[in-house]
C-alpha cells in the first residue's frame, strides 16, 4: 500500500539559510499534518491543513510557513534556520474517515550548522 | 503539567513476558486514543487505536481504556526484543480532523 512520502529524508543547512520540505500524503487523504520532534521530546504539532486550508495552527514559529497545493501534497518552508531548528520533521495524512487515523510519513532530519 | 502522561522508562521485561504501557491525559474532550511505536530515528508506526471503554486486542498487543479514569494502557504478550522500541501514547480531542497530542513516551527493553 503507498505510504506518505516526504523528501528530502536528509537536509543540512547552515544557520540563516532558507529549507523547504515537502509531503506528499497517501492517495486520496485530503489532511496533512506537520510536526516537528527534536531530539529526546515527542513529535510537537506545527500545522495542519484540510482540502487545502489551514485547518489548525500549533507551536509553529513565525520563521515558518506552510502550504498545501492542489495535488494535497504539501510544503513546510523554514527561514532564517536557528541551530535549535534541527530537529525530525514528520508529515501525517488522514482521510474522511471517522476514525481520525494519521499515517505517518519517514520524516526529514534537518540539521542546522 | 502534559496533556498526555506517560512514564518514561526504560521498561525492561524478558522475552516472553507480558509488558505493560500506562498512559494518563488531562482533556475530557478527548475522543480517540493510539499506541504508536516508534524506533529511534524513525517515524512514529500506529500499533492500537481505541476510542470506546474497554478492551480491543490485535495479535499480541491489547489496548484498554477508561475514560472515567482518564487512563489508557497497552499490553504486549510474549514480548521479542524486536519489541523494543519507545511507544508512543496520542490523544485526539474532540472531533474536526484535530492534532495529535502525544505523551513524551515509555522506552521498552525486551532482553533475549
Known amino acids: 500500500a503507498a505510504g506518505v512520502i516526504q523528501s528530502p529524508r536528509h537536509l543540512i543547512k547552515e544557520k540563516r539559510e532558507t529549507a523547504t520540505l515537502k509531503c506528499y500524503p497517501i492517495?486520496?487523504?485530503?489532511?496533512v499534518y506537520w510536526y516537528q520532534q527534536g531530539p529526546g521530546q515527542d513529535p510537537q504539532f506545527l500545522i495542519s491543513?484540510?482540502?487545502?486550508?489551514?485547518?489548525d495552527k500549533g507551536s509553529i514559529p513565525d520563521r515558518f510557513s506552510a502550504q498545501q497545493f492542489s495535488d494535497y501534497h504539501s510544503e513546510l518552508n523554514m527561514s532564517s534556520l536557528e541551530l535549535g531548528d534541527s530537529a525530525l520533521y514528520f508529515c501525517a495524512s488522514r482521510n474522511r474517515d471517522p476514525t481520525d487515523t494519521q499515517y505517518f510519513g519517514p520524516g526529514t532530519r534537518l540539521t542546522v550548522l | 503539567q502534559k496533556e498526555v502522561e506517560q512514564n518514561s522508562g526504560p521498561l525492561s521485561v524478558p522475552e516472553g513476558a507480558i509488558a505493560s504501557l500506562n498512559c494518563t491525559y488531562s482533556d475530557r474532550v478527548s475522543q480517540s486514543f493510539f499506541w504508536y511505536r516508534q524506533y529511534s530515528g524513525k517515524s512514529p508506526e500506529l500499533i492500537m487505536s481505541?476510542?470506546?471503554?474497554g478492551d480491543k486486542e490485535d495479535g499480541r498487543f491489547t489496548a484498554q481504556l477508561n475514560k472515567a479514569s482518564q487512563y489508557v494502557s497497552l499490553l504486549i504478550r510474549d514480548s521479542q526484543p524486536s519489541d523494543s522500541a519507545t511507544y508512543l501514547c496520542a490523544v485526539v480531542r474532540g472531533t474536526g480532523f484535530q492534532k495529535l497530542v502525544f505523551g513524551t513516551g515509555t522506552r521498552l527493553l525486551v532482553s533475549p
Open positions: 492517495p486520496r487523504h485530503d489532511t
Open positions: 481505541i476510542y470506546s471503554n
Open positions: 491543513f484540510y482540502e487545502k486550508m489551514q485547518s
